[in-house]
Each structure stands twice: as C-alpha cells, then as structure tokens.
C-alpha cells in the first residue's frame, strides 16, 4: 500500500498529505475535513436521482402472507 502521490483536497484543492501523516485524509486538514461534513449535513452533496421504491413488492407481500396464514394456525399455538 502507497499513498498517492498528488492527492488533492477535495475542498481547497490543495495538496492533501498522505495517509500516514494526514489523519484528515484526504483533506489537506481538519478544517476542510469539517467543510466537507457541513456540506453533507447542509444536504448539499445529496445524489441526485428518483428515491428508490420498493413499495410494489413491500405492500404485495405483506398483505398477502397475512390471509395466507389459517386462523386456525394461530390459535393451536396460543394452546
Ligand atoms: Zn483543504
């Protein structure tokens, strides 16, 4: 394992130390590390895209194991 060489701050855009020396990695320093943590936090670095829905296969499934299971079932397990 090597650093690489040329690292950049993805905030300042200057060079980022390597690894080893630089615990705020790859941020040239802690002050940029914490930038970039504000941006998360602001919401600003979200990924654009269409929220990921599931819901078809969720709400089919769930409804449909319920009237699948006898009530009969349920209650030789409460005995
Ligand atoms: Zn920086």
Redesign the pocket.
């Known amino acids: 394992m090597g650093a690489l060489p040329g690292a950049r701050?993805?905030?300042?855009?200057?060079s980022?130390g390597p690894r080893p020396d630089n615990p705020a990695f790859p941020?040239?320093?802690p002050?940029?590390k914490l930038?970039d943590l504000g941006h998360w936090l602001e919401g600003s670095y979200r990924v654009p895209g269409p929220p990921v829905s599931s819901t078809g296969d969720a709400e089919g499934l769930e409804p449909r194991g319920r009237t699948d299971w006898p009530d009969g079932n349920t209650q030789e397990e409460d005995e």
């Open positions: 701050c993805p905030i300042c855009r200057k980022a941020f040239c320093s002050q940029c930038v």
